[in-house]
Antibody, heavy 121, light 105 residues
Framework: QVHLQESGPGLVKPSETLSLTCNVS?????????WVWIRQAPGRGLEWVAT???????FYLPSLKRRASISLDTSQNQFFLRLTSVTAADTAVYYC??????????????WGQGIQVTVSS | DIQMTQSPSSLSASVGDRVTITCRAS??????LNWYQQKPGKAPRLLIY???RLPSGVPSRFSGSGSGTDFTLTINGLQPEDFATYHC?????????FGQGTKLE
């Protein structure tokens, strides 16, 4: 069974860059599926951030497209989210997930446990 | 962008009840409609995909229906472990939007 685990800083200063890593185990990310970042601000609903389909096909939430970058490293079986110029509005729990592709219905079938990221000086 | 609206935002129910949550899309999402269950402090988990398909391990008391723009999640015979927040999501087109969630309490 695939396992996903987020890592990264819990606290980021305003205007700085947030970098998150999702480590994937029990499945090779090069073998298929889409890989996704989702976030959830305090007391809010879920918000899709970005998806990557190996090797380099990417999709972004339009409001974050200028600041967000999703990428992957197949040799390390990891994928990443980079978010520049963060503000307090980027404070959220960030989840990585595996997304079914065209052989499914693009559902988010497996999730990491999430990582709390706070933007504050 | 496709907007997803869930109703109600919160719902009070008791063990054994039959519960229905609705999700409406601002335009058609065909059958690309998924439901997730989220418990406090935990990650969401996939509950139903493609409107009515249950992943392995999801109890059969959960069911989904609908097509196009209007969808329903039904729980028949509510169990104590079902008290959670439920989210719908469309994966018909990016951005893959979610509803605001329905808290079942």
């Amino acid at each position: 069974q695939v396992h996903l685990q987020e890592s990264g800083p819990g606290l980021v200063k305003p205007s700085e860059t947030l970098s998150l890593t999702c480590n994937v185990s029990n499945y090779s990310i090069r073998d298929g599926f889409y890989w996704v970042w989702i976030r959830q601000a305090p007391g809010r609903g879920l918000e899709w951030v970005a998806t990557i389909y190996p090797p380099h096909n990417t999709f972004y939430l339009p409001s974050l497209k200028r600041r967000a970058s999703i990428s992957l490293d197949t040799s390390q079986n990891q994928f990443f989210l980079r978010l520049t110029s963060v503000t307090a509005a980027d404070t959220a729990v960030y989840y990585c997930a595996r997304q079914a592709g065209s052989s499914g219905w693009y559902e988010l079938e497996s999730w990491g446990q999430g990582i709390q990221v706070t933007v504050s000086s | 962008d496709i907007q997803m609206t869930q109703s109600p935002s919160s719902l009070s129910a008791s063990v054994g009840d039959r519960v229905t949550i609705t999700c409406r899309a601002s335009e058609t999402v065909s059958v690309y409609l998924n439901w997730y269950q989220q418990k406090p402090g935990k990650a969401p988990r996939l509950l139903i995909y493609a409107v009515s398909r249950l992943p392995s391990g999801v109890p059969s008391r959960f069911s989904g229906s609908g097509s196009g723009t209007d969808f329903t999640l039904t729980i028949n015979g509510l169990q104590p472990e079902d008290f959670a927040t439920y989210h719908c999501q469309q994966t018909y087109r990016t951005p893959y939007s979610f509803g605001q969630g329905t808290k079942l309490e």
